[in-house]
């Protein structure tokens, strides 16, 4: 089927696309075409360029030389409006929506066909309805955006666009703030969507989503199309490499854990969100020096408080946390660094980092009070950026620039520069939320590599992931949470299946 | 009675011309702005008045802040514009700068006293003006009830006020006076709304009569009186004619004759300095009543003025003035 | 969205962009003066020889830019930190009362410049304490400093107020301020500056005040950008979060950059009490508290620009009492037009000229 679809004639072609801005070229020569009705896969690490094509694609970006041609017919593409014309539709990694309007007025917004809404709004419910039937995208057309799962507010986002009239649906990175479950929904509704005529291109990171539902994929690396493959004739191992320019390994390769005494104890801990709800209930574990233990679980059943709690960001309702035997006072997360507890945290843009300051400035954050960088009220510059000069070429952090503004790194260097700083003062304890959440497989295998290393260290490590796979082939015992319990404990080499019936409340 | 004291400058002013020497007056404002319909507006007219006569022209401006202030009279002193009036006490402190730095030139400061050679001090005795207007407030209230509504809270505005409740107790010991400012900030003298809200208050509570001292805020207080159909009190200027029927007399300082004699006085070469204190007996400060307001003064209205008049110049009635001692006996 | 995120060099961006702001500022002001019916190029003449054609002049504009140098940091300083300090005005009128209760204890017995050290920590204290319950509240119970700035302003005056009618009134005096300092308590003018550059000062009050607003611009670089209380102002300022994670005390920090930030307007007042009418008087500050906000705001938060944005505002301020003293059709409501149309075109629409400049610039490499 593959084969056939991608010999149609071609929905979309783009010619000779060239975009640079100053002096990162990010893409580069670029040719591509994607046949009628089949799903197109674009790979390729962050920074390599795909998001660019993607938003010279619906107007916000103006290629600096190159050529796109819709059904054949060259297109001049000045803005969104133009692109909504040309038939192309774009699902955004961040949903473009108005929050509390309902599903049937964001579907509408901007296109409400005239000054008096009440003949729009009868026409758009209609034709809600008949898209809703013909790909099985089930929405309540009046419940109020906020108040939807993120999956279904994802619908929505595919509903606008084939509202407008789209033929060509883009849709960037569509499962990084979805559950499993919710994904292989996604999955099904693409694939109808594709028998029905639509042309799909689908932007992603992960190998397995490429594997599971594209009919071809192409490789981007450094502003470049390197390979164009018909999906059936390749294998996970060879896009990878396509993808890193090298051979990289897709398993972490670990010996055996030592455990050493507690470092990390956890009693009766529950803790409370902001609304009260209780997110974190009666949880109790230890976590050893010389130990990962993974946290595995569907996001939002608790794990990210309960990092939150330890870290000493969330004051937890009751409970205890110790520190080698010593229980901790007060949530301070200023004392837990001095009790040598790292946190890497699940939000880097949040949490983490500061985006707007320069590499240099977030390399000390957390930190800025250790002696090294500058005596009594003053910060040492220059040994603060030495220091992250230090860090940037132990870690590869690129481009290796501490003047750069943070927000100017990729997901994956960003990441990196976080793991420095809280490895790189030799903690005791590290705590580690979602590790590479929108990171790159070569910074991937990296950090994860670190972590490893930390571990045969001695240090006692706590890891947090949605990302099974991650937790399985890391941690040394596995415990999942779900609505806010930890529901049972596993080995390192429990299978799949299992994990996911335990995730899902079902099985412990 | 305001018309014949025109005609009889005029005529003053028209056998003077003709010996007058050509002069270049300058007039420098309040913080108020010119068209206050009140202090600033009345200093205009004067100066208005002295042109109309007598065709000299003259350069006025209107400082935003003290430091402007000092720079503008300065300025018209240094491009040889003489005699330079400026109204306001705000300007207290740069006229005592700037008439020591040009002793040639003379200066005329309204509302407050410059001690120099070269400096006409011109004041008013508000406390007695405000006397006779708290005296008709007394005596056309029906409820007992009068109102104050002053603008910054500052001596000046408190010896108006001082003298008003003097005026109306005069009439009958037990009268209520509700006392109220529009702020403590300049921008009290510029908020006709708020004006307008603190009257309507008083008159809740009774008030029929209330006595604006507070620039163009006054306004407020004046308009709101006029719609609730009771009585208000004008200052500064004859507000008389703002609403006819509504407006029960103004509390006239003539600010105007204080510009108006300054720049005679300059161009006959009579020009003098020292403090020029004008109250009832100098007619500097005048209950006004005109066409406007003819019917609400009755002839007993009018005869009691008459006699706290001829009292206050005697000396049998003594208005105490605030500022003296920065207290008020009532 | 797409030209946002372009990096423009430096000099497009804090040069090219601003000047171009204010030249179109510049020219909406012309049509204006134009449209009623007076030359502007006689208008900006005036402006600009009023601003800067003579040593007064000049004098003047320094003044007026020294107090708004006080005004921009105190309001750069809480912004940094995430605040907008709003109560710079009432800070600075409080700050007055600092500074005064300095010049009448201490100016009958010593000379100014040893008055002056004490009268700079007054007026900072006063100032700063004006800014502590507005900061406690939303340290402590997230009270919006917004609403809580602009009421102590008012409360200020009104305090103020009270004091000088009915406590530093000197008897039998019309106006409400305290008696005039000794030459002790007052900060002596700068003409040796002035005739460094061939100047006379004249009777512009421009004083040593000036030479204290510099040295704070330092100060607040130094703070800002290399100690590590800037460091977690910063970092509290961008992203709230990530200071929480981090572990910054919020309490701490917010309240720190706010007696910072109402120091620095108190400071002010040194300017306008003792440098120039050498006595304390109702409504001193007039508008330089809100003045700072746009000064901060042109000046994107940096010593170097609040200077420049101070002075810029200088310049208006005195040419432009010049130009409607020059040109009596020019009312200062057409002043204030003016002013606002700089505020507009150099603060608000900062990136209205941006995409332009962004395909200009990037045409201009490509080729």
């Known amino acids: 089927m593959s084969l056939q679809s991608s010999a149609n004639e071609p929905a979309i072609e783009l010619v000779g696309i060239d975009k640079k801005f100053g002096a990162v070229h990010a893409n580069k020569n670029i040719n591509l075409s994607v046949g009628k009705g089949s799903i197109h896969g674009i790979i390729g690490e962050n920074g390599a360029g795909k998001s660019t094509l993607m938003s010279i694609l619906y107007g916000f970006y103006h290629a600096d030389e190159g050529e796109i041609r819709i059904q054949g017919k060259p297109v001049t593409i000045r803005d969104s409006q133009a692109a909504i014309a040309a038939g192309i539709g774009m699902v955004h990694q961040h949903f473009m929506l108005v929050e509390n309007f309902t599903v049937l007025e964001n579907v509408m917004l901007g296109a409400e066909g005239g000054q008096l809404l009440a003949k729009g709004v009868a026409g758009a419910r209609k034709e809600l309805k008949r898209l809703e039937k013909d790909y099985g995208l089930e929405v309540d057309p009046d419940a109020v955006i906020e108040e939807l799962p993120v999956g279904n507010q994802q619908r929505v986002e595919i509903l606008k666009a084939l509202y407008r009239g789209a033929e060509i649906l883009i849709l960037d990175e569509p499962t990084g703030v979805l559950t499993p479950a919710e994904a292989d929904h996604l999955f099904r509704i693409l694939q109808v969507l594709r028998d029905q005529g639509k042309t799909i291109i689908l932007i992603t990171h992960k190998l397995r989503e490429i594997m599971a539902i594209t009919d071809t994929v192409s490789v981007m690396r450094r502003g470049e199309m390197v390979a164009t493959r018909k999906t059936a004739e390749t294998t996970v191992a060879e896009l990878a490499e396509l993808m890193v320019g090298r051979r990289v390994l897709l398993r972490v390769e670990k010996g055996d854990a030592n455990p050493g005494p507690v470092l990390l104890s956890v009693k009766n801990l529950t803790v409370k969100d902001g609304r009260g709800v209780t997110m974190v209930d009666d949880v109790s574990f230890d976590v050893r020096a010389g130990e990962i233990v993974g946290i595995a679980g569907v996001a939002g059943n608790g794990q990210s408080e309960l990092l939150e709690a330890l870290a000493?960001?969330?004051?937890?309702?009751?409970?205890?946390?110790?520190?080698?035997?010593?229980?901790?006072?007060?949530?301070?997360?200023?004392?837990?660094?001095?009790?040598?507890?790292?946190?890497?945290?699940?939000?880097?843009?949040?949490?983490?980092?500061?985006?707007?300051?320069?590499?240099?400035?977030?390399?000390?954050?957390?930190?800025?009070?250790?002696?090294?960088?500058?005596?009594?009220?003053?910060?040492?510059?220059?040994?603060?950026?030495?220091?992250?000069?230090e860090q940037i070429e132990k870690y590869d952090i690129r481009p290796p620039n501490p003047r750069l503004k943070t927000a100017n790194f990729s997901g994956g260097n960003q990441q990196k520069i976080v793991v420095a700083r809280e490895i790189e003062r030799d903690p005791k304890m590290l705590l580690i939320g979602q590790p590479t959440r929108g990171v790159d497989i070569g910074a991937i295998e990296f950090i994860h590599r670190r972590i490893i290393e930390m571990r045969d260290a001695g240090k006692a490590v706590l890891l947090v992931s949605v990302e099974l796979d991650e937790i399985r082939s890391l941690s040394d015992r596995i415990l999942v949470m779900f609505a806010g319990k930890v529901v049972g404990e596993k080995s390192a080499d429990a299978d799949e299946q299992t994990l996911g019936l335990m995730m899902a409340g079902i099985a412990a | 009675m305001k018309k014949t004291l025109l005609s009889l400058l005029a005529v003053a002013a028209m056998s003077t011309t003709a010996l007058a020497?050509?002069?270049?007056?300058?007039?420098?404002?309040?913080?108020?702005?010119?068209?206050?319909?009140?202090?600033?507006?009345?200093?205009?007219?004067?100066?208005?008045?002295?042109?109309?006569?007598?065709?000299?022209?003259?350069?006025?401006?209107?400082?935003?802040?003290?430091?402007?202030?000092?720079?503008?009279?300065?300025?018209?002193?240094?491009?040889?514009?003489?005699?330079?009036?400026?109204?306001?006490?705000?300007?207290?402190?740069?006229?005592?700068?700037?008439?020591?730095?040009?002793?040639?030139?003379?200066?005329?400061?309204?509302?407050?006293?410059?001690?120099?050679?070269?400096?006409?001090?011109?004041?008013?005795?508000?406390?007695?003006?405000?006397?006779?207007?708290?005296?008709?407030?007394?005596?056309?209230?029906?409820?007992?009830?009068?109102?104050?509504?002053?603008?910054?809270?500052?001596?000046?505005?408190?010896?108006?006020?001082?003298?008003?409740?003097?005026?109306?107790?005069?009439?009958?010991?037990?009268?209520?006076?509700?006392?109220?400012?529009?702020?403590?900030?300049?921008?009290?003298?510029?908020?006709?709304?708020?004006?307008?809200?603190?009257?309507?208050?008083?008159i809740d509570q009774g008030a029929d009569v209330i006595y604006a001292a507070a620039g163009a805020s006054g306004l407020g207080v004046l308009q709101t009186a006029a719609d609730n159909k009771k009585l208000s009190i004008g200052v500064d200027s004859n507000q008389n004619h703002v609403h006819p029927g509504s407006v029960l007399t103004s509390m006239v300082k003539r600010v105007d004759l204080a510009v108006y004699n300054a720049y005679k006085d300059a161009a006959a070469d009579k020009f003098t300095a020292g403090v020029q204190s004008n109250g009832i007996k100098d007619e500097g400060v005048v209950a006004a009543i005109d066409d406007n307001n003819k019917a609400l003064i009755t002839p007993e209205m009018q005869a009691a003025v008459d006699k706290a008049k001829a009292d206050i110049i005697a000396g049998t009635v003594k208005v105490h003035d605030y500022m003296t001692d920065n207290s008020c006996p009532m | 969205m797409s030209t946002a995120s372009v990096p423009l060099p430096a000099w497009i961006n804090y040069g090219v962009i601003p000047l171009l702001n204010l030249i179109l500022a510049f020219f909406f002001s012309g049509l204006v003066v134009w449209a009623i019916g007076e030359n502007p190029f006689e208008a900006l003449n005036f402006l600009i020889q009023g601003a800067l054609g003579r040593g007064d002049a000049i004098g003047f504009t320094l003044f007026y830019a020294t107090s708004f140098i006080f005004t921009g940091l105190s309001v750069a300083v809480a912004f940094h930190a995430g605040l907008f300090n709003i109560g710079s005005e009432g800070q600075a009128y409080v700050g007055g009362l600092g500074a005064a209760l300095v010049a009448l204890s201490l100016d009958h017995y010593v000379p100014w410049y040893v008055t002056m050290p004490f009268a700079i920590a007054g007026a900072a204290l006063f100032g700063a304490a004006w800014a502590f319950i507005p900061a406690w509240l939303q340290a402590k119970r997230g009270s919006h400093i917004v609403i809580t700035t602009i009421m102590f302003n008012f409360i200020g005056a009104a305090l103020m107020v009270y004091l000088l009618v009915n406590v530093f009134i000197v008897p039998g005096k019309m106006a409400p301020e305290t008696r005039t300092f000794l030459p002790g308590g007052q900060l002596p003018k700068l003409d040796w500056l002035m005739a460094l550059f061939g100047l006379k000062l004249g009777p512009a009050p421009f004083n040593v005040s000036f030479i204290i607003a510099l040295v704070m611009c330092y100060l607040v670089w130094l703070l800002i950008w290399r100690t590590k209380l800037g460091y977690e102002m910063r970092t509290l300022g961008i992203s709230p979060t990530a200071a929480v994670y981090a572990g910054i005390p919020y309490v701490r920090t917010v309240i720190i950059a706010m007696l910072i930030s109402g120091g620095l307007a108190g400071m002010m007042s040194l300017n306008a009490v003792m440098g120039a009418s050498a006595r304390l008087q109702v409504e001193f500050v007039a508008g330089a508290g809100f003045v700072g906000i746009a000064v901060s705001l042109m000046g994107r938060s940096h010593p170097v620009g609040i200077i420049l944005a101070a002075i810029l505002f200088g310049i208006l301020y005195q040419g432009g009492a010049d130009l409607s003293f020059e040109m009596p059709n020019i009312t200062r409501d057409m002043i204030v037009v003016i002013q606002g149309l700089v505020i507009f075109f150099a603060g608000a629409l900062e990136y209205m000229l941006r995409p332009a400049m962004v395909r200009l610039y990037q045409t201009a490499r490509g080729k």
Not at chain 1, 374 to 382: E, I, P, V
Not at chain 2, 165 to 181: C, E, I, Y
């Open chain 2, 21 to 202: 020497a050509e002069i270049k007056p300058a007039l420098v404002y309040g913080t108020g702005g010119k068209f206050d319909k009140s202090f600033n507006e009345a200093a205009a007219a004067g100066a208005e008045m002295y042109k109309k006569e007598t065709g000299t022209d003259y350069r006025d401006f209107e400082p935003t802040s003290d430091t402007q202030g000092e720079q503008a009279i300065r300025n018209f002193a240094s491009r040889g514009y003489n005699p330079v009036v400026a109204v306001s006490f705000a300007w207290t402190s740069a006229m005592e700068k700037v008439a020591a730095e040009f002793p040639d030139t003379k200066f005329v400061i309204v509302d407050s006293v410059v001690d120099l050679p070269n400096v006409r001090s011109v004041v008013y005795n508000e406390a007695e003006g405000s006397y006779l207007v708290g005296l008709l407030a007394g005596m056309a209230s029906k409820t007992g009830k009068v109102g104050f509504v002053g603008g910054m809270d500052i001596p000046l505005i408190r010896k108006f006020g001082c003298g008003y409740v003097q005026g109306a107790k005069s009439v009958k010991a037990d009268m209520q006076v509700f006392q109220n400012m529009v702020g403590t900030t300049g921008a009290a003298w510029n908020d006709p709304v708020r004006a307008g809200e603190l009257t309507k208050n008083q």
């Open chain 1, 312 to 389: 000493g960001i969330r004051k937890p309702v009751s409970g205890e946390i110790l520190i080698d035997g010593k229980p901790v006072e007060s949530a301070d997360p200023a004392l837990l660094r001095q009790l040598a507890l790292a946190h890497i945290p699940e939000d880097r843009h949040h949490m983490g980092l500061v985006l707007k300051f320069e590499e240099y400035e977030n390399s000390i954050l957390g930190y800025h009070h250790d002696p090294r960088y500058g005596r009594g009220a003053m910060l040492d510059l220059d040994a603060v950026r030495k220091s992250a000069e």
